[in-house]
């Protein structure tokens, strides 16, 4: 697939965590928790291997909350996505980018579809990690 040159992109919905420790030092990135039994069995073994899944506040923040205010070294969502991920030639040019126009893509069909359906979609974001 190929991206029109000068269509703009979104890096906002993008959260780039790679290269981040999280859950007591185990490598890897942002680590989402769903709902449900898998939820709460990912939560346990998080507290087991001395994860500290409330943070030090005792709110949700730390590896396991706020994935839309925390990147990786601190930068803003997006970081140097933001920078090197502006048109859809650097879509074209460059697999992040590439991704990020995916991204981008997909959350704006899903938006207009259920607006065109009278329903509301909340933008979901997306989430770079390692390991």
Not at 55 to 65: I, V
Not at 77 to 93: H, I, S, V
Request: charged residues 20%; proline residues 5%; aromatic residues 6%.
């Amino acid at each position: 697939m190929r991206f029109r040159r000068d269509v703009d992109l979104d890096p906002s919905q993008i959260s780039d965590r790679r290269g981040q420790r999280s859950l007591g030092g185990l490598p890897g990135g942002g680590l989402t928790v769903g709902g449900g039994g898998i939820g709460i069995i990912v939560l346990i073994v998080a507290i087991l291997l001395g994860g500290n899944p409330l943070g030090g506040d005792g709110g949700l923040s730390g590896p396991l909350g706020n994935l839309d205010d925390q990147t990786s070294a601190g930068a803003p969502p997006g970081g140097a996505l933001a920078e090197e991920c502006r048109t859809g030639q650097d879509a074209n040019e460059r697999e992040d980018c590439r991704i990020v126009g995916y991204v981008n893509s997909i959350q704006g069909y899903w938006s207009s579809e259920l607006e065109r359906r009278g329903r509301q979609y909340t933008i979901s974001r997306t989430a770079f990690f390692t390991g």
